[in-house]
């Protein structure tokens, strides 16, 4: 079974950075792609940023492209947000999702909040 731990959420200040981690338990970290996908109160969930697991091809939303570098660690089963320029629309809670390249099953972590205050 796979389980996703976010972490690396908090309070900054507009124009701030911050860094997500996911952390990957379980078998077969290389065989997923990664995305964080972020939801404010009252709107849907939306996905700002992915990366694949064959080739670490990375894919962003153009709210946040230019600001947002997602990575991962193959060696430590890691994958990362890296966040500059915050401004207070990215104020949300940040999901890490793995999705299984060969069957699409679908893991979702429980979730770090991120506040940018202006």
């Known amino acids: 079974q796979v389980q996703l731990v976010e972490s690396g959420g908090g309070l900054v200040q507009t124009g701030g950075s911050l860094r997500l981690s996911c952390e990957f338990s379980?078998?077969?970290?290389?065989?997923?792609?990664i995305g964080w996908s972020r939801q404010a109160p009252g709107k849907e969930r939306e996905l700002v940023a992915n990366i694949d697991s064959v080739v670490g091809s990375t894919s962003y939303a153009d709210s946040v492209k230019g600001r947002f570098t997602i990575s991962r660690e193959n060696a430590k089963n890691m994958v990362y947000l890296q966040m500059n320029s915050l401004k207070a629309e990215d104020t949300a809670v940040y999901y890490c999702?793995?999705?299984?390249?060969?069957?699409?099953?679908?893991?979702w972590g429980q979730g770090t909040q991120v506040t940018v205050s202006s």
């Open positions: 999702k793995a999705v299984n390249q060969f069957n699409d099953d679908t893991f």
């Open positions: 379980g078998f077969g970290f290389k065989l997923y792609n």
